[in-house]
């Protein structure tokens, strides 16, 4: 295990970032803490790196207890949601800042930085200041910076957040290929679960200052732990009492078991690849059932026509509990 | 001073500023007008007459003063002061404006109102004060001192003290917006990148507020050279030895002496308009 957190605390004045949160953080991988905005991830990740004192608990990287140690001297790799890039200095300068406070020999730190600026194809750029690169090229420079100091573990705060979708999606793969080819221990915080389903191979979810699951992105999608974790990982809608995914639910105009529940279609909406169907049921509940295009002409649905519901056996369902306020239902149903 | 010293705004990129300028009407034409005589009448005239007046007839008045061997004395120690006062301010200003913005701490409130006091009390209250403190015979702590061999008041050491609080928040109210500015996260991640405290310093923020702490430097450097009020109660206004520049004009302008009055003004007015001149010249394009 590669970073050890042990009943780690921290408050900013009356408001309660992490409470008590113990977790373990395996080598070698690339985790995601993923979490709504507010919920203590980032506090993590910068109590992780020195930026920020935890009020109780241990943190230790590797085996080194780092609890009390200064960012200077956890050989962390940090790169910010936006950028830090050092202004006054060129690309290269500032892939070769971490080689030259650690002195280096000269010829060292060019080889391994044009090394670095390659692995993330900015050698052409080398000479320009950050003012001339744009946000994409701004935050692969950074992690080239990050990871110049062969870092024991490579922290990213919301790193692809301040850019535009197109970049974000290319620099989310590519993060994923660097890291394969460099095999850093990495993590990186996220309120983007599509994100970190797609780029983690661990997901620690974070929510209110505490952890709510931690697993892989199958883990987590097909067995959450909690209606939280259900709602934030995926697209919900409500069936009796259980929360289950709207592709989770089998439609048909006659009815097929004992437990089918019976409604009427009101709306029908294609988004994209998917029809939506609204179904009201008999007892009023307002139930969302998402098809493919093919399943849905098979059925041949019309609004007002009768249908009958029921979970696919074996899908992923919680008990619905309360509606969290920042997780509306509609919301997360058309994230998808 | 400080009015021809108001920063122009960042410089946008002409294409974007383009689609904002809103058309000139003849209201643009007469509010520059109002300005541009405004100025004109309470800055550049005035200033103006200073110099033609120093070269009424031609270079004599100010051949007279710089063979004067009390006014060259007079001179050299105005700027000795100077330069003293703006190392001390610039030192203090900058570890002040770093514990105000990058620290939390209780009386911060307090500290930040304390240093808007200089700006706000007249320079002969300053003055007054610290003979109060420092005064040889009666000052709170001067006999102290005295019996030491520490003599503060009537000394250049009191001269520099004046000059140093009555400049004190200029470099101060320079830099803490600049620091606000930039931010902590070049800092935080030169940490992480295993810079110490110093080298973060040295290497990150020094270089990214420099252009604060050098208009603040030469604002500085022009209120320490033109103090007069707080210097005169201090200094004792000994000729040849504790007498400033500013200190000559007066007394140039009360004994009628019109020519050396005016001479050595252009020449304190001189240092101040060419260390603007100089700063606006070597600042960058971009800004900072």
Known sequence: MSIEIAGVGKRFGDFVALDNVTVSIPSGRLTALLGPSGGGKSTLLRIIAGLERADTGRVEIEGIDATDLPPQKRNVGFVFQHYAAFKHMSVRRNVAFGLQIRKRPKDEIAERVDELLKLVHLQQFADRLPAQLSGGQRQRMALARALAIKPTVLLLDEPFGALDAKVRKELRDWLRRLHDEVEVTTVFVTHDQEEALEVADEIVVINDGRIEQIGSPDDLYDRPANDFVMRFLGPVTQLGDHLVRPHDLQISTTPAGPDDVAGQVSRITRIGFEIRIDVTTATGQAVIVTLTRNEFLALGLDVGTTVHLRITPGSPTTPAGPVPAEVPLEVATSSH | ?288
Request: net charge positive.
């Open chain 2, 1 to 288: 001073m400080a009015d021809t010293l108001v920063k122009p705004a960042p410089v946008k990129k002409a294409s974007a500023g383009k689609a904002w300028t809103r058309k000139r009407g003849p209201v643009t034409y007469l509010i520059r007008l109002v300005v541009v005589t405004y100025l004109f009448f309470l800055v550049a005239w005035p200033v103006y007459l200073v110099g033609q007046n120093t070269f009424k007839k031609g270079f004599d008045d100010l051949r007279a003063i710089l063979t004067d061997p009390d006014i060259v004395h007079a001179l050299h120690l105005s700027v000795e002061i100077a330069i003293i006062s703006v190392i001390i301010n610039t030192v203090f200003g900058v570890t002040i404006s770093i514990l105000l913005v990058r620290y939390r701490f209780p009386g911060k409130r307090f500290l930040n109102a304390l240093l808007d006091v200089p700006l706000s009390v007249s320079p002969v209250v300053v003055g007054l004060s610290l003979v109060l403190v420092y005064g040889g015979r009666n000052g709170w702590f001067g006999p102290t001192l005295e019996s030491w061999g520490l003599q503060i008041i009537f000394a250049e050491a009191g001269m520099v003290m004046a000059t140093v609080f009555v400049a004190l928040p200029l470099v101060i109210r320079e830099v803490v917006p600049v620091l606000e500015e930039v931010g902590e996260e070049q800092e935080q991640a030169a940490r992480s990148l295993g810079a110490n405290a110093w080298q973060t310093f040295r290497r990150i923020t020094l270089p990214s507020i420099k252009w604060g702490i050098i208009y603040g430097v030469v604002l500085s450097l022009a209120r320490s050279l033109g103090e007069f009020g707080a210097v005169k109660i201090v200094s004792g206004n000994v000729l040849g030895l504790t007498r400033t520049a500013p200190l000559v004009v007066e007394e140039k302008y009360l004994n009628f002496d019109k020519g050396g009055a005016y001479a050595t003004a252009f020449l304190l007015a001189l240092v101040a308009v060419a260390s603007i001149i100089v700063v606006s010249v070597l600042r960058p394009k971009e800004d900072r």
